[in-house]
């Protein structure tokens, strides 16, 4: 039983297609939850994060990295690459103590994945990082978060023309942890980025990836998972920015969402200026509902101001696990909570597949089927 | 050996208002071993109530009576405790899965149903086997569960997983409505294929006498109101397609 959600091309409901961005954070007003990018946001939880503040946490970790990459930790540099899109992220950008920068060398290629396991203990803290893919390099980076804090962070990450980056962001935070994420990528003549998000843990998390491009013949593929318990909310908004011609990006997040009050958000803004002629652009939204009481928003947005493009599509739909499906499978002997891991894992499975460390794709799929178990045999 | 016992069995349907509806004013059948019990009757007598309340389905509410098999108290029991415990219904329409790969379910409900994962070394070959033998292009492993299968397909898919899961008692709720001629022949030799391993004991539920001369029935039941009104031979099959069910209707009071 799949219910496509409503939403049009023409009537649109979604953010402005002209972003307004500002390194000043005064230029944006401390959000009331009436503006169009805050108001899927429970904004009590976050309060904090809207006045400048006193970082009392960081996030520290451990880089394992394969020659041809080096990593620093610097006074606090922008990339250029981010224009803060909100207030949250242009107080990070302003007032992070340092930045946290990964460089891999022109034309390297990488024999392992870069592996960035960050842990945050309980605190406020603004975050900065850079991830420098060089021309025609080659390279898998994995930024694990964990633990328990309220954080703000920018991440710019460039790669440069004719590189390749595989990166694959982890919220795996505690179930207190509150995040609020920026990551901005320019991508180069040529070049590739598959940005991963994969949110899990946290109170609220809220992730803002955006793309542009730096060159023509760029590829962008967006993949997201996000599992949604009781009371979580998991934010998605994302901009992909065709400003260059020839460019191609490629969007698919799946939601899944258990429990009361579980509330997954989703917003898909494509632009396709007029110079970015010879563009393919598709994005889709899957989220799948396991019990009453969970709830998923899908906002796809397309903005198509050239003719001369090579296919443009968006896509959103909302299912739902029934009590049909459960006795199908329960019917041929399948216990309840294995009927429910089966058809999440299913639902799952193609963008797990991706992901690039098996150690890794072994760890996501247990915390899944651990959140799962967590209500199964409760109400459903 | 097995057997499946029906005692009195009085089942009321769950409307969405919470109010309940009778529909089974108490069914005695007993389905042996190795034997084909048919059961015929109007639209909306109760067939599949009869069929989804012995697997167990959540909408309907038992009221009265007992289900055992093998002595075993099934109505005790949850959906996939039943499941396990050897009884398989075919259902009037397979429910869609998606996101679940048939290869991924049908392994999954082996393990479930044998206690151990199937060997892989012989399990691929059993699996493509049955779904050939039933007409299935085993190219539908791969897709979702009966997802966007069409009506036959999905019917075969049923068939399918009787073969593989070899139950004690099934239950095969109108499997042969919505079959073309070829795809009736060929999932009734898959029930024969079942029936002539000589245990397990099958009620067939259908509207058709054309399924009954591929799977001889032992009796066969005409259902009418909820409850079995009468029973005889095979004979009894062609005598209904001959007269249809309007003598029984006034007795009954005509519900349907
Ligand atoms: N949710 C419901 N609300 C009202 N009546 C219901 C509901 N569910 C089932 N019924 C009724 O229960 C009765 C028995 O239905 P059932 O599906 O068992 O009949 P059947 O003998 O299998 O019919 P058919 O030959 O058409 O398959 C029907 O009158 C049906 O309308
Ligand atoms: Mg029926």
Redesign the interface.
């Known amino acids: 039983m799949?219910a496509t959600l409503a939403h049009s091309h023409g009537n649109r409901t979604g953010t402005p297609p002209e972003r307004f961005t500002s390194s000043d954070p005064d230029a944006f007003e401390v959000p009331t939850g009436r503006e169009e990018e805050w108001r899927f946001t429970p904004l009590r939880r976050l309060r904090e994060l809207f006045t400048p503040f006193e970082p009392t946490t960081r996030i520290t970790g451990e880089v394992s990295a394969p020659e041809g990459v080096s990593w620093a930790i610097e006074p606090l540099s922008p990339a250029g690459v981010l224009a803060p899109a909100d207030r949250v992220s242009a107080l990070a950008l302003q007032r992070a103590p340092q930045s946290f920068v990964l460089r891999v060398a022109a034309g390297a290629r990488l024999d392992d994945p870069v592996l960035v396991t960050g842990v945050a203990s309980p605190g406020i803290g603004y975050e900065h990082m850079v991830i420098e893919v060089g021309e025609r390099a080659q390279a898998t980076v994995v930024v694990d978060y964990r633990g328990s804090a309220t954080i703000a962070e920018n991440v710019e990450i460039l790669v440069g023309d004719g590189g390749s980056l595989e990166l694959v962001s982890v919220q795996g935070w505690d179930a207190d942890a509150v995040h609020l994420s920026a990551h901005a990528a320019r991508i180069g003549r040529d070049a590739h980025l598959r940005h991963m998000a994969v949110n899990l843990g946290g109170a609220v998390v809220r992730l803002s990836p955006t793309v542009h491009f730096g060159g023509p013949g760029g590829r962008a593929d967006l993949i997201g998972v996000a599992f949604a318990g009781p009371g979580q909310h998991l934010e998605t908004r994302l901009y992909i920015d065709h400003d260059q011609p020839d460019c191609s990006s490629d969007v698919l997040y799946k939601n899944a969402l258990q429990g009361d009050d579980a509330r997954t958000v989703w917003i898909g803004d494509v632009r396709i200026r007029p110079v970015a002629t010879g563009t393919n652009t598709f994005e889709l939204n899957r989220n799948?509902v396991l019990t009453d009481g969970a709830r998923a928003d899908s906002v796809p947005n397309l903005e198509i101001e050239t003719g001369e493009i090579v296919g443009a599509g968006h896509a959103s739909a909302t299912?739902r696990f029934d009590?049909?499906?459960l006795?199908?499978?329960?019917?041929?002997?399948?216990?309840?909570a294995?009927a429910r891991k089966?058809?999440?894992r299913?639902?799952f499975?193609e963008l797990l597949d991706k992901v690039p460390v098996p150690e890794l794709h072994d760890r996501l799929v247990a915390t899944i089927e651990k959140r799962l178990a967590e209500v199964a045999g409760g109400p459903a | 050996m097995s057997v499946l016992e029906i005692r009195d069995l009085h089942v009321s349907v769950k409307l969405p208002d919470g109010s309940r509806k009778p529909i089974l004013a108490g069914v005695d059948l007993t389905v042996g071993a190795g034997q084909t019990h048919a059961i015929m009757g109007p639209n909306g007598s109760g067939k599949s109530t009869l069929a989804y309340s012995i697997a167990g389905h959540p909408k309907y509410q038992i009221t009265g009576g007992q289900v055992l098999l093998d002595g075993a108290d099934v109505l005790a029991m949850t959906v996939d405790e039943r499941a396990r415990a050897g009884l398989f219904l075919a259902m009037q329409y397979p429910v869609e899965v998606p996101g679940v790969s048939v290869a991924n379910f049908l392994r999954t409900a082996k393990t479930a149903i044998d206690g151990e994962a199937p060997k892989l070394r012989t399990w691929g070959k059993e699996l493509t086997g049955a779904m050939t033998r039933l007409g299935m292009d085993p190219a539908f492993a791969q897709r979702n569960v009966n997802e966007g299968f069409s009506g036959g397909e999905k019917k075969r898919h049923e068939i399918v997983q009787l073969e593989l899961l070899k139950p004690k008692v099934a239950i095969l709720d109108e499997t042969d409505s919505g079959l073309d001629i070829d795809a009736l022949r060929v999932v009734s030799e898959g029930v024969n294929r079942v029936r002539e391993q000589g245990d397990t004991g099958v009620l067939l539920i259908t509207h058709y006498t054309r399924i009954l001369r591929y799977v001889k029935p032992d009796f066969v039941h005409v259902f009418v109101a909820g409850r079995i009104v009468e029973e005889g031979g095979p004979e009894l099959a062609e005598k209904l397609e001959a007269e249809g069910y309007e003598r029984y209707l006034s007795g009954a009071g005509g519900r349907a």
């Not at chain 1, 329960?330 to 216990?335: D, F, K, N, Q, V």
């Open positions: 799949t799948l299912g009590d049909e499906q006795f199908y499978l329960m019917a041929r002997g399948i216990p309840e294995e089966l058809v999440v299913g639902f499975a």
